[in-house]
């Protein structure tokens, strides 16, 4: 098996070469190498704002499963029985189709179930089209909130119960600098509500003022 880093705890989700929103995701990563993240999220002149936030989605839903590939071991029914962020948090798992009524159950239950969830959405044409020319649903938008609140809650858990053993894996710059361009991204589209990221309210005020 690779090294540690290149573990993911789903599959990857890839994005076909050579198409619209491969380019687009070659000029995320390209502007995100300038360093200036607040710049890097904005929506590039003259592309569409459901195919940006698309494509960035999948990009998330891609480096959250690589940082909870690194910890797994370490976020067991035991350790972990419920999901939470601190003593103040807890999350209860519903989809609304399979799982209606919001259960509760330990972490790695919970993000399995996330994780599943998003990716099943992720490989859904008809929410995510990957041909050009095939119009995003109306209802797009508030698909893509629900994931992105859900993927918070994955860096949240992660922050507030593993943080000791990404130091020890040496993975925070990774983490944070992910983390980093997750909210700047959700910031600039007004994607999450304020009260959903209350977990990690210090940790994003932290990262906002450095960048003032």
């Not at 330990?106 to 998003?118: E, F, G, N, Q, R």
């Amino acid at each position: 098996i690779g090294s540690r880093s290149s573990k993911t705890f789903k599959p990857k989700k890839n994005i076909p070469e050579g198409s619209h929103q491969y380019e687009l995701l070659k000029h995320a990563e390209a502007t995100l190498g300038s360093g200036n993240l607040r710049q890097a999220v904005m929506l590039p002149e003259g592309e569409d704002l459901n195919e940006w936030i698309a494509v960035n989605t999948v990009d998330f839903f891609n480096q959250i499963n690589m940082l909870y590939g690194t910890i797994t071991e370490f976020c067991t029914e035991t350790s972990c029985s419920v999901m939470s962020a601190g003593p103040r948090y807890e999350y209860h798992w519903a989809d609304g189709t399979n799982i209606k009524k919001p259960i509760k159950c330990s972490a790695p239950k919970y993000i399995d179930y996330l994780m599943t969830w998003v990716q099943d959405q992720l490989d859904d044409e008809t929410l995510f089209p990957s041909k050009i020319g095939v119009p995003f649903p109306k209802n797009f938008m508030s698909v893509a909130k629900t994931i992105l609140k859900r993927l918070f809650r994955v860096y949240a858990h992660i922050y507030h119960q593993h943080f000791d053993s990404v130091m020890q894996l040496q993975e925070e710059a990774h983490l944070n600098t992910s983390f980093k361009h997750f909210i700047f991204f959700v910031q600039e589209f007004n994607l999450i509500d304020r009260r959903e990221l209350a977990p990690l309210h210090d940790l994003i005020e932290k990262l906002g003022s450095k960048d003032r």
